[in-house]
């Protein structure tokens, strides 16, 4: 696994080689924050897609405490893995969000559906 500050790094690392165009209007950009997230199913939530017209407008936040909870087992090269999947999983709902799409969302809410219909 790896440490807060190797994530954060990690991070940057993997935003600094996507093509910039993805982080069009992503004015608020990637926050790592070192929080376990739940949502009300009692699900660990890695990462959130924001707008917020008001504030920060668009943004990304990943919960390193929930990558940690998922995943506290994983070697650092698996734990990568999970990071970049969790930020281009985020980065999708921002270029959907943009196209005015929101294909992800309706997929979450049926993958959601299916794990919990699935522990019932």
Do not use: C
């Not at 790094?9 to 165009?21: K, M, N, Q, S, V």
């Not at 997230?37 to 707008?51: M, R």
């Not at 405490?65 to 970049?84: I, K, M, T, V």
């Amino acid at each position: 696994m790896l440490t807060f500050e190797e994530s954060r790094r990690e991070l940057t690392a993997l935003a600094d080689g996507l093509p910039r165009g993805i982080f069009r209007e992503l004015n608020g950009g990637i926050v790592l924050l070192p929080d376990t997230v739940w949502d009300d199913h009692g699900l660990l939530i890695l990462g959130e897609y924001h707008t917020d017209p008001y504030g920060l407008g668009r943004y990304i936040t990943i919960y390193y405490g929930s990558l940690q909870e998922a995943f506290h087992g994983l070697p650092p090269a698996a734990f990568r893995d999970e990071l970049r999947d969790v930020l281009y999983h985020e980065l999708t709902h921002h270029v959907e969000d943009l196209a005015g799409d929101n294909l992800l969302d309706i997929q979450d809410e049926l993958d959601i559906k299916g794990y919990l219909d699935d522990e019932w």
